[in-house]
């Protein structure tokens, strides 16, 4: 039997065989290299072992997305919707533990990390739980990133706006791109090669690269350490690097 396609909101029209909607299950896999980049990044510099493996954790479940959506927009099935929430579930919750440990002052713990890819696994198993749990993390990330912004900014620590800026800018672009794109959407064109819910893939794959980049920048090297070079995005109306 085949399994019951699960993207019947996400506009693109559903094609008979393996991949059901090509440009949604391709995008896909921007969070793939995205992920795939945060990992070769976190293992070429010597960071404490927490803070380096809750980078790693990150870099893992943002690479899972990748998966789990070829899957979800590919063949569906159970199955392919278990891997699809576990991998979302999984790198919300790690956002959110760093911010927290963040906020607290600590360097970062590996248990807690996998303790929430762990329980993003868990809750998926549960289709009716996945949702809400979708929007408690997501809120909770957003809640974090918030306080944790605040909290540079009046610690004065260098590099608050460029961490801020692209985060909300691509934010606010992938949300309208996946709004206005849902099936009878205003942007919904199921036929073509140019697919909302595909620039929701690449936008959001985009966030999570420079997310996991300035949590990277944010830790200082072990001694004797290679320190990150910062990542810098042009100032807003110059065109120059700050």
Known sequence: MTPAPLAVADCEHIHAGTI??????????AYVGAGAALMARARAHRL????????????ATTAANGLGGLAYHGPGGAVSRWLHDAALLATLGVVTVVDVED????TGSRPLALGAVAGGALVALHPAASAPAQLAL???AVA???????????ARRPGWRQRLVPLVV???????????SRSGGPLC????LLQGHAAWHVLTALM???WGEAALDAVPAEPGGVRPRPCRVPEAGTGRRP
């Open 20 to 29: 059901g909607q090509p440009v949604n299950a391709v995008s896909s896999l």
């Open 48 to 59: 404490p072992a927490g803070a380096r493996g809750r980078l790693l954790a990150f870099g």
């Open 103 to 106: 906020l607290a002052g600590a």
């Open 138 to 140: 997501g809120a909770g």
């Open 144 to 154: 974090g990133e918030v306080a944790g912004h605040v909290a540079r900014r009046r």
């Open 170 to 180: 691509t934010g606010a672009a992938a949300v309208t791109a996946h709004a206005a």
């Open 189 to 192: 064109r199921p036929d073509s």
């Open 208 to 210: 999570l690269w420079w």
